[in-house]
């Protein structure tokens, strides 16, 4: 519910609740954003200051308490006393004032291509002015979130020359940590904790995308915050540009955060009556710690953010060619990989780069989209219905927003390009495309539509694998052309699943995901570094947006050995598909792919759309009356002792079935230790162990027992863990990155 009493705004759910109120100055003063309270807590929760300081600056020399600095603000300027970072920029001195308010059933239109969460809510618009310029502050509460946004308009006459305007602003009591996710390209979300304290705290991106190096969502959390206990707020940003965030505590112990598009190299002139809108911002705050946060805000982002077709949707399992085989491939052997993705349990069937134009290796090509007859020469109708005939949906890969300067697009609109004033810095050998202009963002919707309309297309992979230094300030500018080119492509083909791509998680934010149900996490498919990506990206972002595949050992990205069990574990808690040439696999390995689809498959709704938690052996995900457990492990190490299976959220007098998944350990594994076993020698480099290997396995030690909820949630022991005197099946055998899950079923 949204009301307004005496001055006074709430907004509640059963989750949380927003308190502020209008100060007699027209100020809005901060009050609460916590667990639910009632609108007559107001004054319970009120900053009341007392004298002024002596160098303060009061609005009302009368009122010695009437120093900006010395209030928890909703809004703030700059030029009337409040010393603190200032939401907004435009030259001058700020003074908005409380004009106004309504409330409206459902949300607030935007103006803009800006993507906004939708579903059922309540919008609260808060007026406020100064002479020249009005300004129009959104609250819209949903059930376990709300989300805040302005909208400016120059009134006046003259041009206003806007620098900076975040999405909100608020100052919460008390001293906090952030913890915000950076990194680089194929090390993407790496947790970064630090103190507020006086010096500002900022997490921000520069590159023209919402970037790898920092991504837009990050949290405010009490100091001794656990997964399940103390105050966590989350904070993210719908949008898919520069982004900017700062925390920084006060003298008064109030900590401001704000967060919005980033003010570097941003200025629009706002002319007589223009409008400008900020993207939204989504918040939640839950006391059971992270894990309760998280809650939240995964339900908020499959509910409201996700496209409505897509929303608790089924996602298939994929097969895609690149690592199969890159640029280097005909119909013939597209059509081999097919039959043997169909044959493992494989659903989708993705083309990826390579199809269109001179495009042999990434120095040629994009732009262009014209399909290579040599390589397919019943073009991409042909090749889609040849693989829907095999049972497959059918997918295909674009990289829509840049250009080739080898390329005849570029030949033909060298204007078209993003160049700048240096032509000649290149990324990856390729520009991006003026979104900016109309007439470029026509070139590519009629010719993504042209495609996808003569060709029986169900996935769409979108890449982005440049960024920018030519954007200057028409970064926000370009990110709506980006936004205007997908609505047009996708709302008319809702059924189309559209994966976001940017050299893996360059782009990982809630404003590709309003149109995108679905993103590559990170080109890093090493199942030890996943670990760290898919968790961490855990914190703000549901399993259901997580592109997981499992490729080949030794990993491209790190060169280490990983066994084939714990690359499927480790992609079963997202959206699993498998990037590998699929030719090599042994017999055994084959074994195991179709293993792993089955039982991907049966459990596909709870590894999709269940609770997640983090745990200290790894990841759960429960709904109804199952969860699944993830146990993951590091190297292994010499007579190792008994572990424990510990699981979250059960029913303490309720009794489980627990269940691991079958797995086997491959012969080859125990290398020379077999000639003291065989009855003759083997050579444990020879022939016979090497066919052995692609033949034969061992299975691991399975658990199937029965226990109380009680049980469970206090920790059950496991079998123990081969030590190396001997092999039977009441052992498990992980070796180095050995993994299991468990399947916990209330009976």
Known sequence: MVICKDNVFLLKNDTLSYLFRVGKYGELQHLHFGAPVDIDDAEAFSCRPGLGWGSSVLLNDADSASCLDDYALEWSGSGRGDYRESPLEIGTSTDLRYVNYRILNGIAPMATTLPQAKGECQTLEIIMEQPGLRAKLYYTLFETALTRRVMLENTGDAPVSLHKCMSFSMDIPGQFHLTSFHGGWSAEMRKNTAPVG???????????????????????????????????????????GNHYASAQLSMQGLTRVMQGVNPSNFCRMLAAGEVFETPEAVMTVSDAGFGGMSLLMHRFVNKHIVPAYWRNRPRPVLYNSWEGCMFHFNQHRLLDLADRAKDLGCELFVLDDGWFGKRDDDKSGLGDYNVNLKKLPNGMAGLSKAIRKKGLQFGLWFEPEAVSPDSDLYRAHPDWALTDAHPDVLGRHQLLLDLTKPEVRDYIVENVSKILDSSAISYVKWDMNRHSI?????????????YDVLRRIFEPRPEVLLESCSSGGNRFDLGMICFSPQVWCSDDTDPIERLTIQGNLSYLYPQSTFGAHVSAAPHAQTLRTTPLTTRGNVAFFGLLGYELDLKHLLSVEVKEVKAQIAFYKKYREVFQYGAWQRTKQGWQVSLGKVTVA??????????????????????????????????????????????????????????????????????????????????????????????????????????????????????
């Open 198 to 240: 006086g010096a500002k705290v900022v997490v921000e991106s520069l590159t023209g995308a919402s970037s790898n190096r920092h991504n837009p969502g990050f949290m405010l959390h009490e100091a001794d915050a656990t997964e399940n206990s103390g105050r966590v707020y989350g904070f993210n940003l719908i949008y898919s």
């Open 470 to 482: 030519a954007l200057g300030d028409k970064s926000y500018d370009f990110v709506l052309g980006l």
């Open 630 to 747: 993830g146990v993951f492990h590091g190297l292994v190490h010499a007579a190792p002792g008994y572990e424990t299976l510990k699981v979250a959220g059960l029913k303490a007098d309720v009794r489980y079935s627990v269940c691991s998944r079958e797995q086997s350990m491959r012969l080859g594994q125990f290398g020379g230790l077999l000639k003291h076993v065989a009855p003759v020698e083997i050579d444990p480099n020879g022939l016979l162990l090497r066919a052995a290997d692609r033949r034969v396995e061992l299975p691991d030690g399975q658990e199937n027992l029965t226990a109380t909820g009680a049980a469970l949630m206090s920790g059950i022991l496991l079998k123990p863990m081969f030590r190396g005197t001997g092999y039977d099946k009441s052992q498990r055998t992980y070796g180095d990155f050995g993994s299991n899950v468990y399947v916990i079923e209330e009976l």
